[in-house]
Every structure is written in C-alpha cells, then in structure tokens.
C-alpha cells in the first residue's frame, strides 16, 4: 500500500524554528515528485510547493518563496518542510501529498493529481 | 495565476439527490482539471483527475465533465457518506491552485 505518514501535531512559539517530515512507503520514493500543502483554520487548500526526491530540485509557489524551506533524504525516505522563524499566522494543518500521473490522450503530456496524501501535521503557533 | 471559481460555495441536499458543482477557470486549463472530496477532519481524497477520469476505487455515482475552462462534478444519487467538502484543482499551470470549495451538507 502506497502511504505516506506525516509527523505529529506541534506547538510553537512566534520565531521559533520548526521542521516537520513527510516518509513514503509501498513505492519507490525517487519516482515521484511531493508537494506540500496548507489549510489554514477553516479555509481552503493552498499548494506550497514540490520536491523532486530523486534530486531534491524544488519549485515553490511564488506565495510562500522565502519562507520554507522543503528538503529530501533518500536513505529514510522522507521530506521536510522547514520554517526558520515561525509566524503566528503560520498555523494550519500541513498535508505532504504524492504526485501521481499518467500520459494525457493527447500525448506528450501528463494528467497529475495528488495521491495519496498525508494525514497532516498540525501546526500551532502562538505567545 | 490561475483563479479557479467554484459555485454554489455550500449546498443542502437530501440523500438520492443529484447533485452538480461548477468550478470555472479563470484561463484555459486544457483537461488539467481534478476534483477532491474532504470529509471533516480527514485529509483530502482525489475523485476525478484529467476532467473527467474517474480515480479507481471511487463510486462511479461521481463523474467529471469540461475543458477548457468549464467544468463539473456530479455525484448522481447522494449518499450519507458523501457529505464533504469538494475542491477543484487545476494543474495546468505553476502555481497549482485550488477553487474555494463547496460544502455539501444535508
């Protein structure tokens, strides 16, 4: 069974640092990119950004450039998602999800879409 | 980015209903459009991706339809299971983005 099984709930305070992780299991780990995703308190989801596993390359969304920091180990299979000085307003629930996909009908592309997905970590901040 | 808009925001509905949620993309996103399902306190779960590809193990009650910038998702008899949030999703284009989502409550 693919399954990918985040780190538990944390509660921080303002400028403290954080790094919460992500492990894959029931797949080969460097075959598919991982994303990670907010949901703030009763809102929506946002995409943050996505690691390649195979070589740690990242795209980050423009939104949260500067502010996180993603990274890979392949030897544990795992990512992570990194603050260096959290926020009160950083706090939500943080889903890490798989990238799957497969050729689009008209060739030369791919349909993507998230799974699995991670059971969040939640992430509290406050003085 | 791409703004995706989903309507109605929220919903009530009885079981057995037919149920249609709209999300309309703000630029052509192709067939690069995917639906997710999130039951309260639960991570989400893909339905549909591609528009209109039904994801294995999901009741065939949910189907997808659209391109370009247009599309729905209908669940064609509502079940009690099925109460849940809805979200659209584009990947079409960097950042991926996400419509507001659509509550369906009984």
């Known amino acids: 069974e693919v399954q990918l099984v985040q780190s538990g709930v944390e509660v921080k305070k303002p400028g403290e640092s954080l790094r919460i992780s992500c492990q894959g299991s029931?797949?080969?780990?460097?075959?598919?990119?991982l994303s990670w995703l907010r949901q703030m308190p009763g809102k929506g989801l946002e995409w943050m950004g996505r690691i390649d596993p195979s070589d740690s390359y990242t795209t980050y969304s423009p939104s949260f450039k500067g502010h996180v920091t993603f990274s890979s180990d392949r030897s544990t299979n795992t990512v992570s998602l990194q603050w260096s000085s959290l926020k009160a307003s950083d706090t939500a629930i943080y889903y890490c999800?798989?990238?799957?996909?497969?050729?689009?009908?008209?060739?030369?592309?791919?349909?993507?879409?998230?799974?699995?997905w991670g059971q969040g970590t939640l992430v509290s901040v406050y003085s | 980015d791409i703004h995706l808009t989903q309507s109605p925001s929220s919903l009530s509905a009885s079981v057995g209903d037919k149920v249609t949620i709209t999300c309309r993309a703000s630029?052509?996103?192709?067939?690069?459009l995917n639906w997710y399902q999130q039951k309260s306190g639960k991570a989400p779960k893909v339905l549909i991706y591609g528009a209109s590809n039904l994801q294995s193990g999901v009741p065939s009650r949910f189907s997808g339809r659209g391109s370009g910038a247009d599309f729905n998702l209908s669940i064609s008899s509502l079940q009690p299971e099925d109460f849940a949030i809805y979200y659209c999703q584009q990947t079409h284009d960097l950042p991926l983005t996400f419509g507001d989502g659509t509550k369906v409550e009984i």
């Open positions: 999800a798989r990238h799957s996909r497969r050729p689009s009908p008209s060739g030369g592309t791919w349909f993507n879409w998230f799974d699995p």
């Open positions: 029931g797949y080969t780990f460097t075959d598919s990119w």
């Open positions: 630029q052509n996103v192709h067939t690069y």
